[in-house]
């Protein structure tokens, strides 16, 4: 119970029981032994009179009701951005959600209700004057309550077990416009469906499939359920036992295969990363073992100083393999040919030098 004084709140009272006013400044014209309704009127016509027909003091009291409102529906008529995260699985997607559901609200704050919603009225305020508002508002707040489930990574199907988060969420949203200016709050939000586009929820299905098929352990698994299917429908086949075990069979093999090839994956995955973490390990060996110090005292990697600008020294007892690679070893790290004997130069008869068994100009051999 509130009482207003001339538009302003002058008392408050929250508790059960009796509640005294004291109203004595209120000026006593008549006395005697006229009833107190007679009294009354004639009161209240000498304060119009004296101010111009209307009262000198308006006093008035207003009850409020506290209790939680409930019952109250709504749709989304218009779906609602929601975007779906999960790490898990690396998604990352925009969607839409429509839901439907009832709320329950009530007012915690009777002093602003009066201020800023029903100041001065002269009959009842019930609900249904303010409650076209309320839900519009109610509905326009679920779009930020979705967007913090979703940085919680809760799923669309997931929001109806997460209504506690969902109302703080709305609760935060309408702070300013439900608390702050009008003393409401919510209590409860009940969702009773959450749905989103078919093509993005196949989407999401599959990404989850992916994830599941990518650990061999579960591939296993689902091969061993896939299995015990089968053999529940062989039992029931009508074409007889043995053709349904057949089938079953073959679906079990199948089952196997793509398990084995699951695995397989998975083991040329790992060498694949293997490979790669010893490529990088060689590569960045390599210009350790190429590196030579030059004249000046200049650690090098590369063909020449950056320091004084001197070329690489060509190796001691280098030599050119027939594929084209300069080889300082006995044989070739890339044909793996072996390293050609050293060979002296003779004279032929004719008076041309050779190296080889027979002139290159006569044809004779060398004797």
Same mark, same amino acid.
Request: charged residues 20%; negative net charge; aromatic residues 8%.
């Given at each position: 119970?509130?009482?207003?004084?001339?538009?302003?709140?002058?008392?408050?009272?929250?508790?059960?029981?009796?509640?005294?006013?004291?109203?004595?400044?209120?000026?006593?014209?008549?006395?005697?032994?006229?009833?107190?309704?007679?009294?009354?009127?004639?009161?209240?016509?000498?304060?119009?009179?004296?101010?111009?027909?209307?009262? !000198?003091?308006?006093? &008035?009291?207003?009850?409020?009701?506290?209790?939680?409102?409930?019952?109250?529906?709504? !749709?989304?008529?218009?779906?609602?951005?929601?975007?779906?995260?999960?790490?898990?699985?690396?998604?990352?997607?925009?969607?839409?959600?429509?839901?439907?559901?009832?709320?329950?609200? %009530?007012?915690?704050?009777?002093?602003?209700?009066?201020?800023?919603?029903?100041?001065?009225?002269?009959?009842?305020?019930? %609900?249904?004057?303010?409650?076209?508002?309320?839900?519009?508002?109610?509905?326009?707040?679920?779009?930020?309550?979705?967007?913090?489930?979703? /940085?919680?990574?809760? &799923?669309?199907?997931?929001?109806?077990?997460?209504?506690?988060?969902?109302?703080?969420?709305?609760?935060?949203?309408?702070?300013?416009?439900?608390?702050?200016? %009008?003393?409401?709050?919510?209590?409860?939000?009940?969702?009773?469906?959450?749905?989103?586009?078919?093509?993005?929820?196949?989407?999401?299905?599959?990404?989850?499939?992916? %994830?599941?098929?990518?650990?061999?352990?579960?591939?296993?698994?689902?091969?061993?359920?896939?299995?015990?299917?089968?053999?529940?429908?062989?039992?029931?086949?009508?074409?007889?036992?043995?053709?349904?075990?057949?089938?079953?069979?073959?679906?079990? /093999?199948?089952?196997?295969?793509?398990?084995?090839?699951?695995?397989?994956?998975?083991?040329?995955?790992?060498?694949?990363?293997?490979?790669?973490?010893?490529?990088?390990?060689?590569?960045?060996?390599?210009?350790?073992?190429?590196?030579?110090t030059c004249q000046c005292g200049t650690q090098v990697t590369g063909n020449f100083c950056p320091n004084c600008g001197s070329?690489?020294?060509?190796?001691?007892?280098?030599?050119?393999?027939?594929?084209?690679?300069?080889?300082?070893?006995?044989?070739?790290?890339?044909?793996?040919?072996?390293?050609?004997?050293?060979?002296?130069?003779?004279?032929?008869?004719?008076?041309?030098?050779?190296?080889?068994?027979?002139?290159? /100009?006569?044809?004779?051999?060398?004797?």
């Open positions: 119970m509130i009482i207003v004084e001339q538009g302003k709140v002058v008392e408050i009272c929250a508790e059960p029981g009796e509640f005294t006013f004291d109203s004595s400044t209120e000026p006593t014209i008549f006395s005697g032994d006229l009833g107190d309704s007679i009294i009354a009127t004639f009161q209240e016509m000498g304060k119009r009179f004296t101010y111009g027909g209307d009262p !000198g003091k308006d006093q &008035r009291i207003y009850y409020f009701n506290t209790k939680e409102l409930m019952d109250n529906k709504f !749709g989304t008529p218009n779906p609602i951005p929601f975007r779906v995260l999960d790490s898990k699985v690396n998604l990352d997607l925009d969607t839409s959600v429509r839901c439907s559901g009832v709320y329950s609200y %009530r007012i915690v704050d009777p002093i602003r209700f009066y201020t800023n919603v029903c100041g001065n009225v002269s009959e009842e305020y019930r %609900r249904e004057e303010i409650e076209s508002q309320l839900k519009t508002e109610f509905i326009d707040a679920l779009q930020p309550a979705f967007g913090a489930l979703s /940085n919680l990574e809760i &799923r669309p199907n997931q929001i109806v077990s997460h209504n506690k988060e969902l109302k703080d969420a709305v609760n935060e949203a309408l702070k300013d416009d439900w608390l702050e200016k %009008r003393g409401l709050e919510i209590i409860s939000i009940a969702i009773g469906s959450v749905s989103l586009p078919d093509e993005d929820a196949e989407y999401i299905k599959q990404a989850q499939r992916s %994830r599941a098929f990518s650990d061999p352990g579960m591939g296993a698994g689902l091969g061993a359920i896939a299995g015990a299917d089968a053999m529940k429908a062989a039992a029931s086949n009508e074409g007889g036992a043995m053709n349904g075990f057949v089938g079953m069979g073959m679906a079990m /093999n199948a089952n196997q295969m793509n398990t084995a090839n699951t695995a397989n994956l998975y083991a040329m995955n790992q060498q694949n990363q293997q490979m790669q973490q010893q490529q990088q390990m060689q590569q960045q060996a390599a210009p350790a073992g190429n590196a030579w070329k690489k020294p060509e190796p001691q007892g280098a030599w050119t393999c027939q594929c084209g690679t300069q080889v300082t070893g006995n044989f070739c790290p890339n044909c793996g040919s072996k390293k050609p004997e050293a060979s002296t130069s003779w004279t032929c008869q004719c008076g041309t030098s050779n190296t080889g068994k027979f002139c290159s /100009n006569c044809g004779s051999p060398r004797p």
